[in-house]
Structures are given as C-alpha cells and as structure tokens.
C-alpha cells in the first residue's frame, strides 16, 4: 500500500475563499474563464466555468450524470435514492412525474396570501431596531412555509435549523483520498441528512395511516401509469424540498439585503416602484446563486470545450461563473435590475431545472415587499465583516442591519 501523496497545485488556479464575500472570486472566475474555460485539477476532477459549456452539461444527463454512485460508493446512492437532485433517467422521470402531480403550481399560488402573513409575522417579533436578519427572518420565512407545506411541527424548527447548520459545513471530499472518502460516507451514513430521513420517514409513516391535506399526504398518494412512490423515495423527496425550499430561499433574502446595502438607488427604485421586485430577484439570483455549482459524473469518455474528460470523472459546473459569462451578460459583474436576467442558470437546466424555483421566488418577492413596507430605512451594519458559509452553498452566517419602521 502507497502512500496518497498530495500533488502540486498552481496557486493560480485555487478559488479564493469566500469567506467573506465575492471580491476576490469573481475577478478569478473571470481569469478562469478567459484561460482555463474547462479546466482538469491535479486530482483528475474537472472545472466548467463558461456558461455554454454549463449549459451544454446540464442538458446531457446522459453523459453527464447526477448519480454519485459513478465514482463513489454504491451506498451513497442508496442514501438519497428519490433525491431528483442525483438521479438520472428513468427513475428521475419517475418521480419527476408524481411529485408534479402533488406539487402543483396552483399549490404555490395558493401560498401567496399565507407566506405573506409569515413575513409579517415575523417582522412583528424582529427584535428592536437592531438584530440579525438572518436568524430573525431570511432563515425563517422559507422553513415555515416549507415545513407548514410538509406538515412539519412548529415546535420542531430549531431541530432543522441546527440539521442545516451541520449540512452547511459538508464539503465535497477529494474521490482520490481514501480518508475524506471515509469521513464522507461516515458523515452520510450516520450525520444530519439520516437523522433527517429517520424523522421524515416517521411522518410519512403517520400521513399514510392517516392522511390529511398537504403536499406529503398529496405525494404518498399521486399516481403516475398505476405508480406510487415507495416509502424511502417519498421520504428523500421531502427532504430535497425542505433543504432547496429552505437553504435557498433563505439564502437569497439574506444576500438581496446585502445588494441593497451596496446599491440604495436599487432600494429607492423598489420602494418607488414595488412592481419590479420580480425583476430584482431574478437579478439577485444571477449575481449570487444560493448553489454556486453543480456535481455531475461521467458515464463514458467524452469532450467539453475542447477538453477531454475520461468516464468515471467528477465534473463541477460553476453556476456562478456561468451567471457572470461576459459573452452571454453585459457588464456581468454589476448588479443591474434592468438587465432581463432570465437567462441565468441558478436554478439549472434540462430536465433537473430545480423543482422549487417558482416557490423561491415566491417566497422572495413576498419578504422583500413586506421588508421594504414595514421598514422606511434598512441599513446593514459594518462593525463586522459578513461573514459567509465555506461549504457548497452561498449564504451568510450572520448579516445584522438597523431599521427604521414605517
């Protein structure tokens, strides 16, 4: 047995931290892209950073997998087997097809007067003039909606608000190195996600006795061609929903407060004109995109940019730097509410585009508009730097601002 030797590695290439925000990351995403648009790491995984070369794998699932069980242990897919994030055709479609027919857009709809009522709700309770914006209301809004759509007690949110804390510190491992392989599968097998599906798999196991009105009790009973959805597939289903339905839309409020900061013309306009908050959210969504990057593993031999990748390859593409292609967004790195962002790839493409888009979005307008109502002045403060998550989401810690009340 050899010794796993850790290779040289030009500095160049290695992403600045982002610690403590995008200053240094999008000036390298842009060298990446000029230089090194697809580019092989010393451990053999691969790098996309241009955004047709992103787009082009995410429209290939079939050469550009989402199943982990390519490269990693055949357990790690049996741990998320429903999760539609890393599944492939045809069970993808599958379950596509019946957590469509429970999910319905006249479901989202339907929230509209109910996220509203939690927004408000939770700028009642802010704590004075100044808190934590994130513990007070980006990190809340969505996990209410999210759990009262899932029939989640309310007295159980602290639980899934520390289970998110302990998945926002997972980082992918190196698939080279034997030990971050082990604590990988180590984490997976008995950390926060289990815990999740033990607890999800309880519920689900109550709303098949007794059903009730909401989308689980609607899951376990949709049908697709005579199929249902077995009991592991619907509990990872309800899982994919709360994380995307909580992480990302608590991401993406926390980090449009920022942009406000940065921008006060971008806050005057929304508070002059609330009709183009749609708009500024969809621009949020470009220039910071809660999921910076995708993971995808190749079935067979193929070419991405001119760059050969061998099967069996680990492949992240960057939505972050696809959202900032120069060819594709004209002056890409200024936050600009008029540019017509809906080209942007934040929520994927093809046939893995995220189910909960609509509801982030959603969940996004209704918070900003009652933010922007309820408060004349928003102002963040800078006694101390934001802080962000270093993890495979962008999402600050902590982000404290001062108000004013209308």
Not at 69 to 85: N, R
Request: proline content about 7%; overall charge negative.
């Amino acid at each position: 047995m050899t010794d796993f030797v850790m290779p040289q590695i030009d500095p160049a290439l290695l992403p600045p931290s982002v610690r403590f925000g995008l200053s240094d990351t999008l000036p390298w995403l842009g060298r990446m892209r000029a230089a090194n648009p697809v580019l092989r790491d010393p451990f053999g995984m691969h790098h996309v950073f241009t955004y047709a070369e992103v787009q082009q794998a995410l429209a290939d699932p079939g050469t550009f997998s989402s199943d982990p069980s390519h490269v990693m242990p055949q357990a790690a897919a049996e741990l998320s087997a429903g999760m539609l994030a890393v599944m492939d055709p045809p069970a993808h479609t599958k379950v596509r097809r019946i957590a469509s027919a429970a999910f319905t857009p006249k479901r989202v709809k339907d929230l509209n007067d109910r996220i509203a009522q939690i927004a408000e709700e939770l700028l009642d309770a802010a704590p004075g003039e100044e808190f934590d914006f994130v513990t007070a209301f980006s990190q809340y809004l969505p996990l209410v909606v999210v759990s009262e759509l899932l029939g989640i007690p309310k007295t159980d949110l602290p639980q899934f608000i520390t289970w998110t804390e302990q998945l926002l510190q997972v980082t992918v491992p190196n698939p080279n190195d034997a030990q971050e392989m082990d604590a990988a599968m180590q984490a997976a097998m008995f950390g926060p996600l289990v815990q999740m599906q033990q607890y999800m798999a309880g519920l689900c196991a109550e709303l098949r006795a007794n059903p009730r009105d909401g989308f689980i009790s609607d899951l376990l009973q949709a049908e697709v061609d005579g199929e249902r959805l077995a009991d592991h597939e619907a509990v990872n289903l309800a899982i994919q929903l709360l994380q995307a339905g909580h992480i990302t839309s608590a991401s993406v409020l926390a980090n449009f407060v920022l942009r406000l900061a940065e921008h006060s013309e971008v806050e005057s306009r929304l508070r002059t004109d609330p009709a183009l908050i749609p708009a500024a959210v969809d621009e949020a969504l470009r220039f910071t995109p809660p999921v910076p990057r995708l993971q995808r593993f190749t079935t067979a031999d193929t070419q991405l940019g001119g760059v050969d990748i061998p099967a069996k390859s680990m492949v992240f593409l960057s939505l972050l730097s696809a959202n900032h292609d120069e060819k594709v967004f004209a002056n890409p790195d200024v936050f600009d509410i008029d540019r017509g962002a809906g080209r942007n790839l934040t929520f994927g493409h093809g046939i893995h585009y995220c189910f909960g888009a609509a509801l982030a979005k959603t969940e996004a307008k209704f918070g900003i508009e009652a933010l922007l109502r309820r408060f004349s002045s928003i102002e963040v403060l800078d006694g101390e730097p934001v802080e962000f998550y270093e993890s495979e989401l962008f999402t600050p810690k902590s982000v404290r601002i001062r108000v004013k009340r209308a």
